[in-house]
């Protein structure tokens, strides 16, 4: 499906893997990047029905006092509660899906990134050209989402668990970025990536970035 008029590389791996360390280099490098996570802030921001949906079902408690989404709240009920999870992802899915379209279609750039952490696991996938997975081993993934956030173990592991596994992720991959080393070797990957992206899209590429 062309979403855009450039190609679509998608950019994923599980909590902590390095998605947006990736992503913001490639921004650097003057990338269009589109990021899945913001699109479904944006969805459910005040004055939307799908935020109204969800203080409909659970209840204002749902709510912050500003009227904002208390997404630590959510995040508790809906990882504790397959069911829950289930509706709110029918509910968000195809409005996140419509406003990464806008999103792409905006793309100013020789290639438009589209980052997210379900890429996979949904019809985003189906929005990209080609698809970068960010890999890391599942302790790493759990150390670094640890060390960055205030979650306890048990609340990433959760998280981990309602994601594709290291092995279905990557059967996915077009391309693997290996992010078990340093952010310096990261870098490296990631200038390789770029170089290579340009090089297919021919030598007028290079000269918009
Ligand atoms: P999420 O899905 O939760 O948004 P993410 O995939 O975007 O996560 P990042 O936030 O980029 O992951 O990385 C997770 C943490 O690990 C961050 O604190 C980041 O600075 C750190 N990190 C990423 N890559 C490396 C690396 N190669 N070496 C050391 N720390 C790293």
């Given at each position: 499906m062309?979403?855009?008029s450039?190609?679509?590389?998608?950019i994923?791996g599980?909590?902590?893997?390095?998605?947006?360390?990736v992503t913001?280099q490639?921004q650097?490098l003057?990338?269009?990047?589109?990021?899945?996570d913001l699109a479904?802030?944006v969805?459910?921001?005040?004055?939307r029905p799908?935020?109204a949906?969800?203080?409909?079902?659970?209840?204002?408690?749902i709510l912050?006092a500003?009227?904002q989404?208390?997404?630590a709240?959510?995040?508790?009920?809906v990882?504790?509660?397959?069911?829950?999870?289930?509706w709110?992802e029918q509910l968000?899915?195809?409005l996140?899906?419509e406003e990464i379209?806008r999103?792409?279609?905006a793309?100013?750039s020789?290639?438009?990134?589209?980052?997210?952490?379900?890429?996979?696991?949904t019809s985003q996938?189906?929005?990209?050209d080609?698809v970068v997975?960010?890999?890391v081993?599942?302790?790493?993934?759990?150390?670094?989402?640890m060390?960055?956030?205030a979650?306890?173990?048990?609340q990433v592991?959760?998280i981990?668990?309602a994601?594709?596994?290291?092995e279905?992720?990557l059967a996915g991959a077009?391309?693997?970025?290996?992010?078990?080393?340093?952010l310096?070797e990261?870098?490296?990957q990631?200038?390789?990536l770029h170089?290579?992206l340009?090089e297919?899209?021919g030598p007028?590429a290079?000269?918009?970035?």
């Open positions: 062309a979403a855009a450039v190609p679509v590389v998608g994923t599980g909590i902590g893997s390095g998605k947006t360390a913001d490639l650097a003057g990338i269009t990047v589109v990021d899945a479904a802030r969805i459910m921001e005040p004055g799908a935020l949906a969800v203080a409909a079902r659970f209840g204002e408690a912050l500003d009227g989404l208390d997404r709240a959510l995040r508790r009920i990882f504790a509660d397959a069911s829950q999870r289930q709110l968000t899915h195809p996140i899906g379209v999103q792409l279609a793309a100013d020789p290639y438009v990134v589209l980052s997210s952490p379900l890429l996979l696991e996938k189906t929005l990209c080609t997975v960010v890999d081993p599942e302790q790493m993934q759990l150390q670094r989402t060390q960055r956030d979650n306890d173990e048990a592991r959760r981990m668990a994601q594709l596994s290291r279905e992720r077009d391309r693997v970025i290996d992010n078990s080393g340093s310096a990261l870098r490296a990631v200038e390789g170089r290579d340009l297919a899209l007028a290079g000269d918009r970035t």
